[in-house]
């Protein structure tokens, strides 16, 4: 049994200020209970249950109860070292300098070999023609005219324009020539022969100013022109530093023999020539023969070499740019 002072502790205990909220309610029901008990001689022991027990036995179980739940076990030592050693190797590995870019030297591109166009056969006859053309050397210096009609023509016809108006005009003068007087015919006749003569001589140094194996080539330019574009009229340049054709014995015999024949005209002479000619035994014709046949061999020696210069000059002429 307990004694009066054990009691008056444990209602201090019960009713302390320090007990939670809930028990305060049944303090004065608890305290009754234990007072009875104790007094009832039967009771030997007092037992108290869970939710009857000290504040401080409940605080104390729900605070480890609180700390069994968030204490976690700890990590083992191998376990941080690999965590750690995780950690390490996850960190980024720091980045190299980026190497400068090195400028490569731009590749040259060759230039692509232009495709050559195919003409036509038509083309190519024009570009014959016109090639043919500038070896000709067809534009030649400007002449003075040589007629009486033609040095009255200028002479009126200076200043007037082309169209209707100057064919009336020239059929004009055509009228007016014929009724000049025979003294102002004269005179104009005199002109024209005196400008034949200046002509004569441009043309002659203009032909000098050239080259001899370009004069021989403007002259087969010329003969190749009048095939192509059918023209019967043929003008070659007359240069008398090109070698002549030695021709045959007999044309050799016409020349030595020509003032010989007695004939009033050219076409008695030819035929008295050729008469006497045919009358010459082999001995008589030899030494003519012979001589036109080494003049002819002298003559195609120089006109291959000729013909050869000729090439050459026109090539490097016609490959080099017009001046502008």
Do not use: C
Not at 182 to 191: G, N
Not at 211 to 236: F, G, H, M, Q
Not at 249 to 274: C, P, V, W
Not at 281 to 302: C, F, H, I, L, R
């Amino acid at each position: 049994m307990l004694s009066s002072a054990g009691l008056a502790a444990a209602h201090r205990a019960l009713t302390s200020s320090g007990a939670a909220a809930p028990w305060q309610q049944f303090s004065g029901l608890a305290t009754r209970a234990l007072v009875l008990r104790l007094a009832a001689p039967s009771v030997r022991s007092i037992s108290f249950s869970a939710s009857l027990r000290s504040p401080a036995a409940a605080k104390s179980t729900t605070t480890t109860t609180t700390t069994k739940k968030t204490t976690t076990k700890p990590k083992s030592s191998s376990t941080t070292k690999k965590s750690s050693t995780t950690k390490k190797a996850a960190k980024p590995k720091a980045k190299k300098p980026a190497k400068k870019a090195v400028k490569k030297k731009a590749a040259t591109k060759k230039p692509k070999a232009a495709k050559k166009k195919v003409l036509t056969d038509e083309q190519k006859e024009r570009l014959e023609i016109r090639k043919l053309k500038q070896m000709a050397l067809l534009k030649g210096p400007s002449y003075l005219p040589e007629t009486a009609w033609a040095v009255y023509m200028v002479d009126n016809l200076r200043g007037a324009t082309g169209g209707d108006a100057l064919g009336d005009k020239v059929k004009a003068l055509a009228t007016s020539f014929r009724n000049l007087p025979d003294s102002e015919k004269e005179r104009l006749t005199a002109i024209g022969n005196s400008n034949r003569i200046a002509n004569q001589e441009a043309k002659k140094k203009w032909i000098e100013s050239f080259p001899p194996e370009v004069i021989y080539t403007a002259n087969l330019a010329r003969r190749r022109l009048a095939r192509k574009t059918d023209k019967s009229k043929l003008y070659l340049l007359h240069d008398e530093r090109l070698p002549h054709r030695g021709g045959s014995g007999f044309t050799l015999y016409i020349k030595e023999k020509f003032s010989q024949s007695g004939a009033d005209t050219a076409t008695d002479a030819m035929r008295t020539m050729s008469e006497r000619w045919r009358s010459l035994s082999p001995d008589e014709k030899a030494p003519y023969v012979e001589e036109a046949t080494e003049q002819n061999k002298v003559n195609g020696e120089q006109v291959k070499e000729l013909r050869k210069k000729g090439e050459l000059y026109w090539k490097e002429k016609l490959a080099s740019p017009s001046p502008a």
